[in-house]
């Protein structure tokens, strides 16, 4: 007896089993319609077996087999069967999740658009050159080219503004010649119309798919389509367009392969980046991680010679230089209002010349605590355990007053008139986020144009596009902003970063955190100085004679990573181990806590895999939830899968009702 199993999107962990018959021939990989309880489903079969669990008079036949987007491959199932057991999440949720939405209804997909009789014939490859490659990018390009055809790993360790974004174009001019499609990864495609831009320009008469979460139903279902047929020559996306079936992968480019947005946070928690390894590795074609700070994972891969290093070292637009960095030392220099006196005057120095200025600070709103100096109160969030963060009231908005925002959960309330333990009535703003920065700017220099980015300022994706662009036609005379500013734009007018608040990270339990600051104030240092105009930095902290703080004046994120992978090597962390978490939370803590401990007792740890004692998060409880978490490590990747299997089978029974749980292979947040 043929059976087919269907992956189906329903929280079950299992294929469900359906009646193979003649009269509706189906294979793995055809989109299907079954009958499920009353209803019908849209499923994948993804294999055929020959017996079910089922008794054979309950098994039914599938409906019908949908023929209006081409069958998944081999290769993509080969994928999700590999995601799917590397990330511990069942082979059903994890094609069903893989698929857009529109592809798992009922509903008919909306109509192909044409696709050109030939669309690798003559004229798709005409590539409009940008600049002629410089030696090191020609050098670049050259290595990959000869990859081209095989799976090899390249790490391109470009410095901010080297010209890596010319180095992928002129590989995927040559992989379209050869009548193969390549896929370019991004972290934020929103934040980036510029890259799309760049890339439409340079393929004038290229199909592009661009793919990204916040497309619309449609949208998404014919770039999709346009991928999965073929059609689209190139595949511009988030991490998600790693899952696109593509049938002629030629090349995967990951450009900012350190960017932490790779990582999907909830459901198949796979890492974007590992994932377009594994599928360059089924696809037999190159890949290549680019970034100017290479995360430590790929840098030891490099040094182990997994991954072929290719350096860009040099600013491609002649003259242009790495911006010089310097500290500002805070035990030295009083800054009243969070800005000490050298920032001001570099900024006013460049006022006075017509350059802009960036301010950078990584905290919303305008104070992250509000506090009665007479008693000790600070107004908290009532579901979790953190502070509320004080929020002026939105030039743009329709609030009218401000308010007390929780940055965890999202709750919001007025602020208080006075203390509620106290009576106190003259309640203090403590510290400060972007809008106090650019309240104090705006005493400061009344006379300039502030812009402040954050997510507040800007609610909507067009919005900030359009402030973005404006920024890089040279609006604003100062700007403020989070790291939505930090990532990719080319400001060419722009000549100073000053970085606040860097300390905080200097100060995180999280071995992560250093290698991320390097990272964010490289990446937002090299906003300055694109052009001929020299580049400065100025970052303020209490701890100038820092390392991290020397390496990244010297701009030397070799000698940087380094003495971070011998801290951890000592220290036994990745990538010298390999580690997943078992996060749950409860309603009340000692629920989430049993749980946990009893998880830790459930399989014996094999030899070389370390079970760590249960812990709770720093910000243990969250919109009412008490989170707590457990490391598993093991300097053996199989010895670490072959436990997580055991495991993640032996779970589910142990977990109380109303306690949530899941697994995160090669975790990277632990707050
Ligand atoms: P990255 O992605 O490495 O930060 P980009 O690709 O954005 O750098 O390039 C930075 C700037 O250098 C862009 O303005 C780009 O047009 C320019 N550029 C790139 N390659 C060259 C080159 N070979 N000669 C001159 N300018 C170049
Ligand atoms: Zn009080
Ligand atoms: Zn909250």
């Known amino acids: 007896m043929r059976v087919l199993r269907v992956a189906l999107e329903v929280p079950v962990a299992k294929l469900f089993d359906y009646l193979a018959e003649d009269r509706t021939p189906a294979g793995p990989g055809d989109r299907v319609v079954v009958p499920f309880g009353a209803r019908q489903r849209v499923g994948v079969v993804v294999e055929i077996g020959d017996g079910s669990a089922v008794s054979t008079a309950r098994l039914k036949p599938i409906v019908r087999v949908l023929d209006d987007a081409p069958p998944l491959s081999a290769a993509w199932l080969e994928q999700m069967r590999f995601l799917s057991s590397y990330y ?30 030939d669309p690798f014939g003559s004229g798709a490859p005409r590539y409009v050159a940008g600049h002629e490659p410089n030696a090191a990018q020609a050098l670049a390009i050259g290595r990959i080219c000869a990859a081209l055809g095989d799976f090899r790993i390249f790490l391109l360790h470009g ?25 370019a990864l991004v972290p934020e495609i929103g934040l980036t119309p510029q890259l799309e831009a760049r890339f439409r320009q340079a393929f004038p008469d290229a199909r592009i798919a661009v793919l990204h979460s916040a497309l619309q139903d ?54 974007g980046r590992d994932a377009a390894i594994v599928r360059g590795k089924l696809a037999g074609c190159p890949v290549v991680l680019g970034t100017a700070t290479p995360s430590l994972e790929s840098w030891f891969n490099c040094r ?70 007479a008693c000790g109160w600070a107004a908290g969030c009532n579901r979790c355990s953190a502070r509320l963060v004080v929020h002026k009231a939105a030039e743009r908005s329709r609030e009218s007053s401000g308010c007390l925002r929780c940055h965890h959960c999202g709750a919001a309330q007025a602020i208080p008139r006075g203390c509620p333990t106290c009576g106190n009535v003259d309640l203090r703003p403590l510290g400060r986020g972007t809008q106090r920065v650019e309240e104090t700017l705006a005493g400061l220099f009344p006379q300039a144009r502030i812009l402040r980015i954050d997510r507040d300022s800007s609610r909507r994706r067009g919005d900030l596009a359009r402030t973005l662009a404006g920024i890089g036609r040279g609006e604003g005379d100062i700007l403020v902003g989070t790291q939505l500013l930090a990532k990719g734009h080319d400001f060419p007018n722009l000549t100073l970063v000053c970085v606040l608040n860097a300390d905080n990270a200097l100060l995180s ?17 090299g906003r300055s100085g ?18 991290m703080f020397q390496a990244l004046t010297r701009h030397d994120y070799a000698g940087f990573a380094q003495s971070q992978l011998a801290e951890r090597e000592s220290a036994g962390f990745p990538p010298y181990v390999h580690e997943a978490a078992l996060r749950a939370e409860a309603t009340r803590l000692e629920t989430t806590m049993a749980f946990l401990n009893a998880a830790a007792r459930l399989v014996p740890a094999p030899e070389g ?20 978490q457990l490391i598993v490590q093991s300097a053996s990747r199989p010895a670490l899968q072959e436990f997580l299997r055991a495991w993640s089978t032996a779970l589910p029974a142990t977990a109380p ?15």
Request: charged share 25%; with cysteine; net charge positive.
């Open 218 to 271: 449609t949208a998404r279902t014919h770039a999709w389509l346009d991928a999965a047929c073929g059609d689209a020559q190139i595949v511009l996306g988030t991490r998600l367009a790693v899952l696109t079936p593509m049938p002629r992968l030629g090349l995967v480019v990951v450009d900012e392969e350190h960017d932490a947005s790779y990582k999907q946070q909830e459901g198949l928690r796979y890492s």
């Open 509 to 525: 339990t999280d071995y992560r955190s250093a290698e991320r600051l390097f990272a964010t104030l490289a990446q937002v240092g």
């Open 88 to 117: 511990q999440r069942p082979l059903g949720e994890t094609v069903a999740g893989a698929l857009p939405p529109r592809l798992r209804s009922l509903k008919p997909l909306p109509k192909k658009r044409g696709s050109s009789a």
């Open 657 to 671: 009702s109303g306690l949530r749980w899941h697994l995160d292979v090669d975790p990277i947040e632990f707050d």
């Open 304 to 373: 182990a010679g997994r991954y072929e290093l290719l350096a860009l070292a040099e600013r491609a637009v002649p003259g242009a230089k790495l911006p010089v960095v310097g500290t500002v030392d805070l035990r030295a220099e009083n800054a009243q209002h969070g800005l000490a006196k050298p920032v001001i005057e570099a900024i006013a120095s460049r006022l006075a010349r017509g350059e802009q200025s960036l301010v950078f600070i990584n905290r919303r709103g305008y104070a992250p605590v509000l506090a009665c100096e």
């Open 609 to 628: 895999v370390r079970i760590y004692d249960p812990v709770p998060h720093v910000i243990t409880r969250r919109a009412g939830y008490e989170r707590a």
């Open 159 to 183: 410095i901010t503004g080297s010209g890596k974004t010319e180095v992928y174009l002129r590989l995927i001019a040559q992989v379209i010649e050869r009548g193969q499609q390549a896929l």
């Open 530 to 547: 694109r052009r001929e105009q020299p580049g400065e930095v100025l970052v303020q902290t209490r701890y100038p004679g820092h390392p």
